[in-house]
């Protein structure tokens, strides 16, 4: 056997034995090893570096609304700047969390070009799509978006069917107004869409070992990330702590987020500097 393939066979090994004792199957390849939040690491093949960890504002994100938008402009922006003050480089926002406006707090006291900004359009034809970019510049008040998502896509055909969209930020990462584009997914359909559709660059999948508030179950989620890592997309988990499910849990859904190898990233949205901190802390212990 060669060396490469009794390495992979190995950390296989290691994964199942990790996931069996809490009866979760696995079909990928754990990287053991220590992790940080702050580590740096590439999204695929879009070139983005950033870090492993995302500062989240969308906890109950909808309606405009969320958990971290509810602290305030100043709070949310105090909170975003005391993790790149800590290290982090990487905030997820989205239109439907109200949270563009604490965004920009945040970046007029944080180097613009030292992040990555991820945001989530609900458009779903061109006309939508052209608005929503120039209006989250504007909000964001930046000249350009790092990743911009089509959000919670749900059919099955969503490629055909949002096509117009789809080619409206094609042509934006062309002119250099946002660096990469993909979509979030909300079921198991549109999640096997995006994986085998060229043009997702980047994927914002949910994924935790209780399979709370996900596509489908574990496995079957796994399956469809793993041909996601394969064709070169960038995976970035989502409802790692099955939005507050595991929230008693924390060290369980971080192990198993970083054992899978499979996610370039996460994001987690921390709803106060002491649990940011927490976080950052249960991050570095987690040894796969």
């Not at 969308?58 to 800590?86: E, K, M, P, W």
């Not at 930020?169 to 909300?186: M, P, T």
Request: with cysteine; glycine share 10%; proline share 2%.
């Amino acid at each position: 056997m060669r060396r490469r393939e009794f390495l992979g066979k190995t950390a296989f090994g290691l994964g199942a034995a990790w996931l069996g004792s809490k009866m979760i199957p696995t079909v990928g390849v754990a990287a053991p090893g220590k992790f940080s939040a702050t580590d740096m690491v590439t999204l695929g093949q879009t070139g983005i570096r950033t870090t492993r960890l995302a500062c989240g504002t969308g906890t109950v994100g909808f309606n405009h609304r969320s958990n971290q938008s509810s602290l305030g402009i100043q709070g949310l922006a105090d909170l975003l700047c005391q993790g790149y003050d800590r290290g982090l480089r990487f905030l997820d926002t989205a239109d439907s969390y109200g949270t563009h406006p604490h965004v920009a707090a945040a970046l007029k006291r944080i180097p613009r070009d030292k992040v990555t900004v991820l945001t989530k359009s609900w458009a779903r034809d061109a006309q939508g799509m052209r608005a929503d970019l120039d209006r989250f510049r504007k909000e964001l008040n930046t000249d350009y978006l790092d990743i911009v998502l089509m959000h919670c896509l749900t059919e099955g055909d969503w490629p055909t069917r949002y096509k117009g969209a789809m080619d409206v930020l094609s042509e934006a990462r062309e002119k250099g107004i946002i660096r990469a584009h993909g979509v979030s997914c909300h079921s198991i359909e549109a999640l096997r869409a995006a994986a085998r559709t060229a043009w997702v660059q980047v994927d914002l999948a949910r994924i935790n070992p209780i399979g709370s508030r996900m596509d489908s179950d574990p496995k079957t989620v796994l399956e469809e990330l793993w041909k996601m890592r394969a064709a070169g997309k960038a995976v970035i988990g989502m409802k790692i702590l099955g939005q507050g499910d595991m929230r008693n849990r924390a060290d369980e859904a971080l192990s198993f987020a970083l054992s899978q190898g499979v996610l370039d990233a996460f994001t987690i949205g921390a709803e106060s500097r002491t649990e940011q901190v927490d976080l950052l802390q249960r991050i570095s212990a987690v040894t796969v």
